[in-house]
């Protein structure tokens, strides 16, 4: 009989893991604790309608998450499953951003030049700014902070385009923000292929872009997914790894934790408290989404715009993609001020600051507001975060927090989970 292979949680990292391993002839159990697959990104149905608990972007460059995306849904599906864009960040009469259909770092030189809303002295600036972080190659010291960095930008290009893009990516002020982290993200959007830089907004929900088809793939090769069961302790034995899920007590040759840290770091308390005493110094950043149902389609030409910020961020119209016409999706990323208010009431702020952009809405119908209070770690400057691989003998850690070089993403997740799972692997 095969020896089988535990993974806790069934999120991104989670089935990255478990598809890994499955692909190499193992016979995997996923446990989620969650009736839902996909963990923090997952389908949410309120409404009659099916959304997400966030609006979330892919870039080109998560070459990982689409390797995946290929092995589960079949070679050809990411038109299916991605609308995919050239990058373009539109604020409507203040500020646009497009890069151009021109190889790499043309495209990013070319967008910065075109800048709408920024004169043109402060553009030349900005592409000078890009250009020396290009000769550092992309590096600088572990501990400054995404404002240190921006101190050489002009205030406005700051204000425009690389605060509202590190809120977007780090969700963490640029205050405290890890500057490495965010030359991390810039560098593998645009310092490689112009085609990285490329939006692609999810054309079906969260859960059936990869979870759901990845749980099929593993039971597909005699895996086990366990929906709704919850890992209640993991213990390292000398000859496997006991988990106890309800009153069930098993034994597993390996386990991978795909957890969360704040959930990881209940699981490894008895395995390695080391890596527990790491993820006590974790902190965590909110997002909090709203829809607003509109009677009618929305009068936008793409399916995302930048908001002035008080207290929308960022805009979806998932009747581009695969929601019904007049569906809004505002994105609020970490706390601000104006979001700390009831749920109805940021609903009502949140229609009038579309209102004041697009006057001539109509009331909306319904809204949602869905509050993720541990969305993602704070990726501060100079954070010690453990590394995916193994912690113990036999035991294995997964998870967005885990990338050693970006920030809570969807790539760092899956990234995680095929590291720990060839980790797993090669160690025996
Ligand atoms: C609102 C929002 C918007 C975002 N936007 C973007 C975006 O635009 N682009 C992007 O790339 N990323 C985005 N992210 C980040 C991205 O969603 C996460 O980085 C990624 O989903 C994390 O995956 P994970 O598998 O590491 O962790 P999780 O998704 O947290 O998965 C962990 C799973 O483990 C389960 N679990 C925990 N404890 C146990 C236990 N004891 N037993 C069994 N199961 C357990 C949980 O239920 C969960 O399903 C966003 C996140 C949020 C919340």
Redesign the pocket.
């Known amino acids: 009989m095969k020896e089988r292979i535990a993974v ?7 089935f990255a893991a478990a598809v890994t391993l499955a692909a190499a002839g193992r016979s995997v159990t996923v ?4 009736r839902t ?6 389908r949410v149905e309120a409404y009659g309608t099916t959304m997400d ?6 870039l080109g460059a ?1 070459r990982q998450t689409l390797a995946l995306l290929r092995i589960v849904h079949g070679a050809g599906a990411e038109d299916d499953l991605l609308d995919r864009r050239r990058l373009a960040l539109e604020q409507p009469g203040v500020f646009r951003l497009r890069t151009m259909a021109l190889p790499s770092p043309w495209h990013i030189a070319a967008a910065l030049f075109t800048m709408r809303g920024v004169p043109r002295a402060e553009r030349l600036a900005a592409i000078a700014f890009v250009r020396g972080l290009g000769r550092r190659r992309f590096r600088c010291p572990q501990d400054m902070t995404v404002a240190a960095l921006l101190s050489e930008s002009p205030p406005r290009v700051t204000a425009l385009l690389w605060e509202p893009l590190c809120l ?1 990516a780090l ?1 963490t002020p640029i205050e405290t923000a890890s500057a490495q982290v965010f030359l991390n993200v810039l560098r593998l959007t645009f310092a490689k292929h112009a085609r990285d830089s490329d939006l692609l907004f999810p054309r079906v929900d969260l859960s059936t872009l990869f979870p759901d088809a990845a749980a099929a793939y593993v039971a597909d090769r005699g895996g086990d997914i366990r929906r709704g ?4 302790r993991v213990v390292a034995l000398s000859d496997g790894i006991a988990i106890t ?1 309800g009153y069930l007590e098993e034994t597993f040759a390996n386990a991978v934790i ?3 840290p704040h ?2 770091k ?2 490894v308390q008895e395995a390695d408290p080391q890596t527990h005493a790491a993820l006590d110094t974790v902190s965590f950043e909110p ?1 909090v ?1 709203v829809y607003l149902k509109y009677p009618l389609a929305l009068p936008f030409d793409r399916p995302m715009y930048k908001l002035d910020g008080w207290p929308g961020q960022w805009v979806f119209d998932r009747g581009v993609l695969d929601g019904p016409d007049g569906l809004a999706a505002v ?1 609020i990323s970490t706390s601000v001020p104006g979001a700390r208010v009831s749920h109805e009431a940021l609903a009502q702020a949140i229609d009038a600051q579309l209102r004041r952009h697009w006057p001539d809405l109509s009331a909306p119908e319904w809204s949602q507001v ?1 509050a ?1 209070r541990r ?2 770690y704070a990726c501060v400057a100079g954070l010690k975060r453990p590394a995916p691989g193994m912690i113990a003998p036999g035991l294995y850690l ?4 885990t990338d050693p070089e970006l920030p ?6 899956t990234r ?2 095929v590291a720990a799972a060839q980790a797993l692997l090669g160690h025996r």
């Open positions: 806790i949680g069934g999120g991104y990292a989670g446990f989620e604790a969650a697959l996909g963990g923090r990104a997952r608990n966030g609006a979330h972007i892919l998560y977007a969700n069961c919850a890992v209640r899920s795909a957890a969360g959930q990881a209940r699981l997002i989404t994105v869905i993720e969305a993602t997964a998870g967005d927090y809570a993403t969807l790539e760092a997740a995680s989970g």
